[in-house]
């Protein structure tokens, strides 16, 4: 997905499919499924992480559709109350609440004739995913405060973070709904899932953030490049995108080492990387009186008590501290 960082010098509303490519097998599947659904006018739904580019692929597909011509409308259904969502997504007349000075149109409407993409649908109300069904079935809705009935010619592209198949069975989500919208369903893989394409990638994310900034940076020393390849980037491309151009900020020459990297590491992001699970580290050492007591101390016990955590693998070690790897080494040399 170089086109994620405008690798291929379109403007980000101009991308099409053919701008899409990967070397990983799943995503390789998933494009082919997409050029199929551009080419039809199923619904879709869009299965991803947080971060995995899903606006991009649905604004692509519509893009590579028949409907290029007509507008694409993206709206996230998350945290809005039911009044608001009926606003936002059917429109409202004057008069309809306190606040209403004018007729406004919705998002059905805004996207007649064109493509509405729903993201996080998943997260809707009970009462917001009833009125979504008799729009996608009927093609017909009401603004709020409006007692005629609208229609619209919409093709409806929806995405969710979530495990869907899990969410289904809490009846959280109506099941009639998720057969509507899922006509056609994309599986869009985490970036730890896409080892070949990770290379391309983060080329394509330094181009764009050496151009956005005026520099000239042309690559990455093989330690910083390891430090980014062993990562399991649990924010997937947006994350990569924030860590290569802070990156390309930090850095004054033309290569980026490792103390340019800022990554974060979580409770989470230890546990699903620690394969080994070693024993855990208490955090607790009984000293004496005749212990070295000072900062620096503390600093090497804790720094070896994390090392023995993970039986010496210095790139985990570094993780769970928060260091880069050289940062590590210096500091393990000088105590």
């Not at 006018?41 to 692509?60: F, H, Q, S, V, Y």
Request: glycine share 6%.
């Amino acid at each position: 997905m170089s086109h994620f960082f405008n690798g291929t010098g379109h403007p980000d509303w101009r991308y099409t499919l053919d701008d899409f490519n990967s070397d990983d097998e799943s995503m390789a599947t998933c494009l082919g499924l997409a050029r199929i659904a551009a080419r039809i006018d199923l619904p879709i739904l869009i299965l991803g992480e947080t971060g995995t580019g899903k606006t991009m692929l649905a604004r692509a597909i519509h893009n590579s559709s028949r409907r290029v011509a007509s507008p694409f409308i993206a709206f996230n259904s998350s945290a809005l109350s039911d009044t608001l969502l009926d606003s936002q997504l059917f429109g409202h007349e004057k008069g309809a609440f306190t606040g209403a000075i004018k007729r406004v149109k919705g998002k059905f409407e805004q996207a007649d004739k064109g493509t509405l993409f729903l993201d996080e649908i998943a997260d809707m109300s009970a009462a917001g995913q009833a009125k979504i069904l008799r729009a996608v079935e009927y093609g017909e809705f009401e603004r709020l405060g409006g007692e005629s009935l609208q229609e619209a010619d919409v093709r409806l592209i929806s995405a969710t973070h979530l495990p869907i198949a899990r969410y289904l069975a809490t009846d959280h989500f109506r099941k009639d709904l998720f057969y509507r919208i899922s006509g056609i369903t994309l599986r869009l893989p985490p970036l730890r899932e896409r080892p070949k394409d990770l290379r391309t990638i983060m080329a394509a994310a330094i181009a764009a953030a050496s151009r956005a900034q005026d520099k000239s940076i042309v690559g990455l020393s093989r330690e910083a490049a390891d430090q980014l390849l062993q990562y399991p980037w649990p924010g997937n491309l947006r994350q990569l995108q924030r860590v290569i151009h802070t990156a390309v900020a930090i850095t004054n020459g033309d290569i980026i080492e490792p103390d340019a990297i800022l990554l974060e590491t979580s409770v989470e992001e230890v546990r699903a990387d620690d394969t080994a699970a070693p024993a855990a580290v208490t955090g607790s050492t009984t000293l004496s009186a005749d212990d070295d007591l000072s900062l620096r101390a503390a600093e090497t016990r804790h720094i070896h008590q994390v090392l023995d955590r993970f039986r010496g693998n210095k790139r985990r070690t570094a993780r769970a501290l928060g260091l880069s790897r050289s940062t590590l080494d210096r500091k393990l040399a000088e105590h």
